[in-house]
T-cell receptor, first 114, second 117 residues
Framework: AQSVTQPDIHITVSEGASLELRCNYS??????LFWYVQSPGQGLQLLLK??????LVQGIKGFEAEFKRSQSSFNLRKPSVHWSDAAEYFC????????????FGTGTQLKVEL | DTEVTQTPKHLVMGMTNKKSLKCEQH?????MYWYKQKAKKPPELMFV???????INESVPSRFSPECPNSSLLNLHLHALQPEDSALYLC????????????????FGNGTRLTVT
């Protein structure tokens, strides 16, 4: 069965600073990997996805993520954080033939200091 | 703006009430989902509908009853709920439940905040 670990429950960064959110997955084959963002009281918005090809994927809002098979990681990065990026970030893994069953990590709460 | 619309945004119901949550999408997606999210927790899958047929039920109690009247609509009927069922209920849709999940990511609505008293 697939699983996802997000080691950091909370992260605080200053506006304008760079950001990296960690995600480690466990899955036997090539996984489908996603990052979603959730603002308070809102649904989840897809930031980016990886399923094959270039291991560095670009997403919306200036985010990018790098798939590293050797480290079973899919970390999310942003060069310069804006105050509006404060939200909960979820990494998720999906299995082929799994009927679109996503397994979410426990999430990382991002706080941005002005 | 989200392309998956959920109503109502907030719902308060007693344990003896019957209520329904509604979800609608007009993206031509053929798979629709119900997720439950407790505070400070990740979403948990409840049901998956594929081409209007129930394909996955994650051992959800029978007091939750899903319905997919057509490819654009998804309902969740609620009856005799417990206070611990209070949560954010998220609907999602995707192009399909085919093998190519990477090209068919889930699109979420903003959820219905349910409180059971």
């Amino acid at each position: 069965a697939q699983s996802v670990t997000q080691p950091d429950i909370h992260i605080t960064v200053s506006e304008g600073a760079s950001l990296e959110l960690r995600c480690n997955y466990s899955y036997g084959a090539t996984p489908y990997l996603f990052w979603y963002v959730q603002s308070p009281g809102q649904g989840l918005q897809l930031l980016l996805k990886y399923f094959s090809g270039d291991t560095l994927v670009q997403g919306i809002k200036g985010f990018e993520a790098e798939f590293k098979r050797s480290q079973s990681s899919f970390n999310l990065r942003k060069p310069s954080v804006h105050w509006s990026d404060a939200a909960e970030y979820f990494c998720a893994v999906g299995a082929t033939g799994g009927g679109n069953k996503l397994t979410f990590g426990t999430g990382t709460q991002l706080k941005v200091e002005l | 703006d989200t392309e998956v619309t959920q109503t109502p945004k907030h719902l308060v119901m007693g344990m003896t009430n019957k209520k329904s949550l509604k979800c609608e999408q007009h993206m031509g997606h053929r798979a629709m989902y119900w997720y439950k999210q407790k505070a400070k927790k990740p979403p948990e899958l409840m049901f998956v509908y594929s081409y209007e047929k129930l394909s996955i039920n994650e051992s959800v109690p029978s007091r939750f009853s899903p319905e997919c009247p057509n490819s654009s609509l998804l309902n969740l009927h609620l009856h005799a709920l417990q206070p611990e069922d209070s949560a954010l209920y998220l609907c999602a849709s995707s192009r399909g439940t085919d093998r190519d999940l990477g090209n068919s990511p889930l699109h979420f609505g903003n959820g219905t905040r349910l409180t059971v008293t």
